[in-house]
């Protein structure tokens, strides 16, 4: 089958420029992989074109990984396996690859896989567009090269693509036939799931997949399930471990981090939340240079007023899960809400000179400890920025001397 010409070029060399060009592309998507989970600092990749058209958008999804490995990573290994099967013949010859004597139809394999690979490739293209709603362009040239692929190595065999998989099922079968063949297979398979079970559990690899285990469950949700009611939010005892959340009503984070503290107060006996203020927002916060979280002021104004009514917890959550604007919006949605809100009251107490004084208490508090950004957290003297995954909160509050319910270890 080495003497088969494709357009007058044997098919041998069609093969190595598509292994050898698709070799390539998967080292750049790896490389972008690597920029857009890794690099705090890295630029846009090449691209990255619009908010449909970005390779780095898909490359921050868990969909951009499988068993916790890069599927760049896995297309490196599938590229580098095919030319492995195009050199088997000569480096059979060597004692250490003496194995590869088994691969007797490199074509059929090849082919096998090509066609596999092109078959999972439209599954994720079906992903990419019904569910991530983002395209990965250099994705889709290693789409239609793995397909070129398989369409250059089964020209030639008999039956097509059926017959280069029936011819590589029956090879395979044959190899492991010698028991020696057989043991190292096992040995082979069981390191190998060792290494996916690894990469899996601890997600290295992956940060996507990390904070879809930290965060899944409350960033998925557009409604707060655990909210609890009135101004206390956890224990009302003196002696309770007090957790002060500094939060932006119009901070993405911090509504997913709301979701949290309400679940945390339910799983321990002895836990306090105390939501402070700090609105990124120039209308209140003099700190900021320019322009951010614009509305989270009057938000945080609305929350406070609240308070004053009973109200504070469920209005607090109410604004993080809908996030209005603007006053008038603000007014409507706590209008219709079903609280039983004194609205003349509420709209008094949200601009009255006390909430103004507590916001800008809490926003200078923040600032003269370094909390500069939201969400922070505060646990006795110790000071966090940034929301933590919801095991690591407790574990946490637990360090801090949280006890929790039963229910945490059964």
């Known amino acids: 089958m080495d003497n088969i010409k494709i357009f007058g070029i044997k098919k041998s060399v069609w093969l190595w420029v598509l292994m050898i060009l698709g070799f390539i592309v998967t080292i750049d998507l790896a490389y972008i992989y690597y920029q857009a989970n890794f690099n705090q600092n890295a630029l846009p990749s090449f691209c990255v074109v619009n908010d449909f058209i970005d390779c780095d958008g898909v490359a921050k999804t868990t969909e951009s990984q499988f068993f916790g490995v890069p599927l760049a990573y896995w297309g490196l290994f599938l590229y580098a396996f095919m030319m492995i099967l195009m050199l088997a013949d000569k480096l059979k ?59 250059v190595s089964a020209d030639g065999i008999e039956g097509h693509f059926l017959g280069a998989f029936k011819q590589s099922v029956k090879d395979f079968a044959d190899a492991l036939k010698p028991i020696s063949y057989r043991i190292a297979f096992i040995v082979v398979m069981i390191c190998a799931c060792g290494f996916l079970t690894w990469t899996y559990e601890s997600a290295k690899f992956s940060p996507a997949l990390q904070s879809e285990r930290n965060f899944g469950e409350f960033a998925h949700t557009k409604i ?114 079903g609280f039983g809100l004194d609205m003349d009251k509420l709209q008094k107490d949200a601009h009255s000179i006390d909430v103004e004084r507590e916001i800008q208490a809490d926003i200078n508090y923040a600032m003269s400890r ?21 095991t690591t909160l407790k574990e946490w509050v637990i360090k801090h001397g949280g006890q929790p319910k039963h229910h945490l270890f059964e």
């Open 370 to 390: 370094g909390m500069i950004g939201t969400p922070a957290m505060k646990l006795d003297n110790d000071f966090q920025m940034g929301m933590k995954g919801y």
């Open 224 to 337: 707060n399930k655990y909210s609890i009611k009135g101004n206390i939010l956890g224990s009302d005892a003196k002696d309770a471990v007090v957790l002060e959340v500094y939060s932006d009503y119009k901070c993405p984070i911090c509504a997913v981090g709301n979701r949290m503290v309400h679940k945390l107060v339910r799983d321990f006996t002895n836990v306090r939340v105390e939501h402070k203020n700090l609105p990124l927002d120039t209308s209140c916060n003099k700190n900021l240079k320019q322009p951010f979280h614009q509305g989270s002021c009057i938000l945080a104004q609305y929350g406070l007023a609240a308070r004053n009514q009973g109200k504070f917890w469920e209005v607090e959550s109410l604004l993080f899960d809908v996030s209005p604007s603007t006053e008038s919006q603000i007014l409507e949605l706590l209008k219709n809400s």
């Open 93 to 151: 010859n060597f004692k250490l690859l003496k194995f590869l004597e088994v691969f007797k139809n490199k074509y059929h394999y090849i082919a096998t896989l090509g066609i596999i690979s092109f078959i999972i490739s439209m599954s994720l293209l079906g992903v990419s567009l019904m569910g991530i709603h983002k395209l990965c362009i250099m994705c889709a040239v290693t789409y239609v090269i793995n397909l070129f692929i398989g369409l």
